[in-house]
């Protein structure tokens, strides 16, 4: 049987239709799930938590929406094993819950995506995603191919990787690091960073691998119209690109 | 009792004198306060409205022209729809002179409600912005040039609506006043298209307000913009401009597209009308009297944010965030529900909410009550009927013949770097990059891609909508009409060069003291040159904006400053052009003509040399060409494109092949062969390089050249000017230009002021 997929809706998200409708072409059973509709989030097999300013990201992105009702669906659901999946504020927002890493205690956070460096402005850019850790690490991943190069935007002022040397060492370490940011090529250096992120990391897995929490928007680069270059000899309104993280994350939910 | 001088508003003696004999008495303080607001040359156009009356306004395209919050035009069919682009443009210079973030913010909040209310939904923003000179970084133009782009970007970012087009100009003419315009596009299917009217039998509905709790703010706002600003005023004009509330504002939009779904059920004709200039009182009393209704609004009813404000304030206040419907009374409680408890308004922002004010009445009198008294009671048309006030003007004196001799003894490579790092030249990239240029899923070329923005609004549909925006300061200082035809002229190349045919246009008329004969002549001049290219392109205007009095006390205006957007109608994205050069080895032609015309050019600007001969159009001619780049884009022939426009066509090179300078790609150069072999010598080589008189750059693969020629046969001014090649290079006869170091001048100016 399909499994559902809720999408997340805080007061500020402002990606939900567009994350809803590429897991839908992605073969996902997906329904968006408002805050004044917390409870129905129980029956709900996985989450997505996609981009936005929840709650206008007071005190720090994803600070309060930590603490919404619906995150308390979300952290039962993710230690009860359900797939959960954070694009841009979800992923602040995940971290923030203590979802990720998942290495302390839950709303305690050890690592958060912050101000953005080395000017603290809200940057908008294209960018290319390196898949860093082994696909087999986390049944989001499972579609993808070691070392996968993945297509994405980054939107976003409050981005950059922070958290003190010894956790950014564990973070590393445990393979937490789930995409670092590279260039078009593959090849990776700081000038491929677009805020400064510690490890040029783009995005983070949980230990337990179900909870993915990702800065960049793989499904503003998820069509064929997308992208000039994937254009000729492609159906324009065929999902790509980015595409591929979706049809991963759905195919490991109807697993 | 009231005087207008104790009321602090800017009615002028004769125009108070006709208030209190048509209502036989003197007006109560309220009714000043309405009328200062419904009168004033923001909401009444009434130095205007005359003079833009000859401005076309109809065509096929046109679904409705305009008369309410926005216009519509036909973007095409899918799936048996009929879909239309909802535009609406608009000003908020005066505010964002005074308080930079929050008045540019509150520009993008209030333009999206003018779409938002047709029953749209909101698909993109624009930004054309005109700032003073921001090389100091202490001074106010610098703050003025951060503030906006940060109160745009933090606003439009937080609502979710991609900015997909705009442009900024640095001129010390606009030190003391900057522009700050912004164009709102929405997508609605034409039979559900909701009306800033009170629909027929609607006597006896609901007027519901929705939206933020009522505050001080903003009071007195329609009548600041009407006057001019003065530095002494500043600190009290503050009181007049209006706080954003972004994260409201992105609960309310979606609050209210539930409210569209819900009507769309039940096939219900409502009405729905944004909250700007004059509050409650105009939004109320003006979607009433367009139905031939009356009002009546109980002013204790109003959501306040704060206890004890006088009624005048209530009434007219310009408090964001708010909208107005008109709805049978058998549906309000379930719109209330929506937006009170499936939305959490009130938990959203501090007494936030939706709530009746009073009743649609079949007497067409616009009434106010406050605390058991009735404080306002005047005609409803009287209030919001069309007022005239017929200035005299004078016609720019036209420039006079001059000598305009080749320019010569200048070293080609200094003045490419020179003219690549001109303020109105360089990248934009770190001004647009504080954008979000994609949210929405929906972006096919996002700000920086080409010479327009284009969407595909319609998910699962290959229907594209493009959107282009214009109008150039240098030019205007020369000569207001010919400024006006290039706006037009260049908004509508903009998105011919993305493959989009151009179905129509919106207008802000950015202008200064029409109670100046010269000022006002350059109004009524550029109306004229609007005009004229808009029938020539056969794209009509049905949105604008027309802001005056954009003059400092010592009389510092801004020069004429018609702004110009186009919407282009795509049918299959699959034709869209790009303009980053695409392979080695392509051929490039020119499709234009240079002039000996070089007056308002930025190659004169960098030489310190004065011209007044601005590049003329040859409208037949243009259309021809643009016929051609259409039927060229349909038949994907065209690799890249891209108009010429600041700078002229060594510029436009440059900007198509800077983005092949990428990490990971092969970059690719450009090789052009000696200019007066296409020229004919009917310019010199410089002329030809940097003139700015339209035209496109195409690039089309060795294959094709066949296949174009054929199109072009019958066109006029198509040149093969050169190829495309593997080296990062400029090449222009037997110079050569190292791109990579042209692209580091040309990025690196802005970066200064955007960091």
Excluded at chain 1, 100 to 120: D, K, Q
Excluded at chain 2, 500 to 519: E, V
Aim: aromatic share 6%.
């Amino acid at each position: 049987m399909t499994k559902k997929i809720a999408v997340l809706v805080f007061p500020g998200t402002n990606s939900e239709e567009e994350t809803l409708r590429l897991l839908r072409a992605c073969g996902g059973d997906a329904h968006l799930v408002h805050w004044s509709r917390a409870a129905l989030l129980r029956d709900f097999d996985a989450y997505v938590l996609p981009g936005g300013f929840a709650y206008e990201d007071r005190i720090r992105a994803g600070a309060i929406a930590a603490h919404d009702e619906m995150m308390d669906y979300v952290i039962e659901g993710a230690q009860a094993g359900k797939l959960v999946y954070g694009i841009c504020n979800g992923a602040q927002i995940l971290l923030e819950a203590g979802l990720v890493p998942g290495t302390g205690e839950v709303r305690r956070p050890t690592a958060a995506f912050t101000r953005n460096g080395p000017v603290p402005h809200f940057v908008c850019t294209h960018v290319w995603m390196k898949l860093a850790i082994d696909p087999q690490r986390s049944p989001i991943l499972r579609g993808l191919e070691r070392g996968a190069l993945v297509p994405a935007w980054s939107a976003h002022g409050e981005g950059r990787l922070a958290a003190t040397a010894e956790e950014l060492r564990a973070l590393r370490d445990g393979g937490h690091v789930a995409f670092v940011y590279a260039h078009e090529d593959g090849s990776v250096d700081d000038s491929a960073i677009p805020n400064q992120a510690a490890l040029g990391c783009a995005a983070l897995v949980n230990r337990a691998g179900n909870v993915l929490a990702m800065m960049p928007h793989p499904e503003r680069d998820g069509w064929t119209f997308h992208h000039p270059d994937r254009r000729r000899g492609n159906a324009m309104l065929e999902p790509s690109g980015g595409a591929v993280l979706f049809r991963s994350f759905v195919q490991a939910v109807n697993a | 009792m009231a005087s207008a001088e104790t009321a602090n508003v800017a009615l002028r003696p004769d125009e108070l004198r006709r208030i209190a004999e048509r209502l036989g008495r003197e007006p109560s303080v309220v009714e000043l306060h309405a009328f200062d607001a419904q009168w004033s040359e923001h909401c009444s156009y009434k130095s205007s409205r005359h003079h833009l009356k000859t401005l076309p306004t109809d065509g096929a395209s046109v679904v409705l022209g305009p008369a309410e919050d926005s216009g519509i035009l036909h973007l095409g069919e899918h799936d048996g729809e009929r879909y239309g682009i909802v535009i609406a443009h608009e000003s908020h210079n005066h505010p964002s002179q005074v308080v930079p973030f929050e008045g540019a913010a509150t520009g993008i909040g209030g333009i999206v409600r003018d779409v938002l209310c047709m029953g749209a939904e909101v698909i993109a923003v624009a930004d054309p912005l005109r700032f003073g000179r921001v090389d100091d970084a202490q001074s106010h133009q610098r703050y003025v040039a951060q503030g906006a782009v940060d109160g745009i970007s933090a606003y439009g970012n937080a609502i979710g609506v991609p900015n997909i087009a705009g442009d900024v100009y640095f001129d010390e003419r606009f030190d003391d006043n900057c522009l700050v315009n912004v164009v709102a596009m929405g997508i609605v299917k034409e039979s559900e298209i909701i009306h800033s009217y009170a629909p027929k039998g609607a006597g006896g509905w609901d007027i519901v307000l929705v939206g933020k709790a009522t505050d001080p703010s903003g009071f007195g706002g329609a009548s600041f913009s009407s006057l001019t600003l003065d530095a002494a005023d500043e600190a009290s004009n503050k009181g007049a401009v209006q706080v954003p509330d972004p994260f409201l504002k992105n609960v309310l939009m979606r609050a209210s597209y539930r409210v569209f779904g819900y009507l769309r059920e039940r096939k219900l004709t409502v009405g729905f009308k944004d909250l700007g200039a004059g509050g409650i009182m105009g939004c109320s009393a003006e979607i009433c009297s367009a139905g031939g209704y009356g009002a009546t609004i109980d002013l204790d009813k109003v959501n306040l944010a704060i206890d004890g404000l006088k009624p005048e304030v209530i009434a007219v206040g310009e408090t964001q965030e708010r909208l107005i419907w008109v709805l049978p009374p058998e549906i309000t409680a379930d719109v209330l529900r929506i937006y009170n408890e499936e939305f959490t308004l009130p938990q959203i922002a501090h007494n936030a909410r939706a709530v009746v004010i009073g009743t649609v009445t079949d007497e067409t009198r616009y009434v106010l009550r406050h605390h058991g008294e009735t404080v306002m009671d005047v005609e409803i048309d009287f209030l919001t009927g069309s007022i005239r006030d017929e200035l005299p003007y004078a016609q720019p004196a036209p420039s006079a013949a001059e000598e305009r001799p080749l320019v010569t003894g200048v070293q080609l490579d200094e003045l490419l770097e020179r003219v690549l790092a001109h303020r109105d030249v360089c990248s934009r990239e770190p001004l647009y990059r504080r954008y979000d240029s994609v949210v929405r899923g929906c972006t096919v070329l996002p700000r920086g891609a080409a010479d327009a923005g284009v969407l595909a609004p319609v998910p699962g549909a290959p229907l594209g909508v493009a959107l282009g925006v214009a109008g150039n300061p240098r030019y205007a200082k020369l000569d207001p009409r010919l400024a006006a035809e290039h706006a037009v002229y260049e908004a509508v190349r903009r998105v011919v060069a993305v493959g989009a045919r151009p179905i129509g246009l919106t207008d802000c008329l950015n202008f200064g003291n029409p109670r100046k004969p010269d000022h006002l002549g350059e109004f009524v001049a550029s109306i004229a040159g609007l005009a004229q290219a808009s029938a020539a392109f056969d794209a009509p205007y049905v949105s604008g904006n027309v802001s005056l009095y954009n003059e400092s006390a010592g009389g510092k205006a801004i020069p004429a400053s018609p702004i110009v957007a186009c919407v282009g109608a795509i049918e299959d994205v699959a034709h869209v052009v790009t303009m980053p050069l695409k392979a080695a080895g392509s051929v490039l032609y020119y499709i234009g003509r240079p002039q000996n015309a070089l007056g308002g050019s930025v190659l004169l600007d960098v030489l310190g040399r004065h011209e007044a001969v601005l590049p003329r159009i040859d409208y037949d001619f243009a259309a021809a060409q643009h016929a051609l780049v259409l039927n060229a884009a349909r038949a994907n022939l065209l690799r890249s494109a891209h108009q010429v426009g600041n700078g002229g066509l060594a510029t436009a090179l440059c900007e198509m092949a800077f983005p092949t300078l990428r990490r990971g790609r092969a970059p690719i150069g450009v090789q052009i062969d000696e200019p007066w072999q296409w020229t004919h010598g009917a310019v010199g080589d410089l002329e030809a390089l940097f003139a700015e008189t339209g035209g496109f750059v195409v690039e089309i693969a060795a294959a094709d050249v066949e296949a174009f020629e054929g199109l072009a046969d019958d066109v006029e001014g198509v040149w093969e000017i050169g190829v495309t090649t593997d080296q990062p290079v400029l090449a222009i006869d037997d110079e050569a230009f190292d791109l990579h170091r042209l692209r580091d001048v040309w990025s690196a100016p802005l970066r200064e002021v955007y960091p």
